[in-house]
């Protein structure tokens, strides 16, 4: 029996960049890979051809990319943030560390992953230790690194 996963939460944002990637990969991804798996037949014995046996398993991947996109698009849980006493997905949390410095994480799952934001996954330590905090709460994690704290100093809705 499957194990019961909790749905992937998207920002509207993040839903609508995956459905263009999806969109994209369906139609001039995969005319272009038909069009390099037909040039590289042409060069003759598909057994012994490179070009052919890249172009293949380029398409595998693409497909596999493709049905991992549809999956995640039909079953995410695609909504804003409401505003929070606590940190919960889709959060921006802004901490102090133990050194006085302050960093700012969007507390999310890596498909929300937003180019000069640090992300923290719920599935993470510091993600896992985030989750339900209050302002004014410190939380610990422990990592490879070390152990680690951070106090909450402010949490507000992601806004993408």
């Known amino acids: 029996m499957p194990e019961h996963t909790e749905p ?24 272009e890979i038909a069009e390099r798996i037909a040039e590289a037949r042409s060069h003759g014995d598909i057994r012994e051809n490179a070009d052919y046996d890249a172009a293949k398993n380029e398409q595998g991947l693409m497909e596999a990319r493709i049905r991992k996109l549809r999956h995640l698009l039909d079953t995410a849980e695609i909504r804003e943030v409401d505003d929070t006493d606590h940190v919960t997905v889709g959060c921006m949390v802004t901490v102090r560390d133990e050194d006085g410095d302050e960093m700012e994480f969007f507390v999310a799952n890596q498909e929300n992953k937003v180019r000069g934001m640090l992300l923290a996954s719920p599935s993470s330590p510091l ?8 302002v004014g709460d410190t939380v610990g994690y422990e990592a490879p690194g070390g152990t680690f704290s951070y106090e909450i100093l402010a949490i507000r809705p992601y806004e993408g």
Do not use: V
């Open 127 to 134: 993600g896992g230790a985030l989750m339900g905090a209050a």
């Open 8 to 31: 992937t939460w998207l920002s509207p944002a993040a839903a609508q960049k995956l459905q263009d990637e999806y969109d994209r990969l369906t139609t001039t991804g995969r005319i």
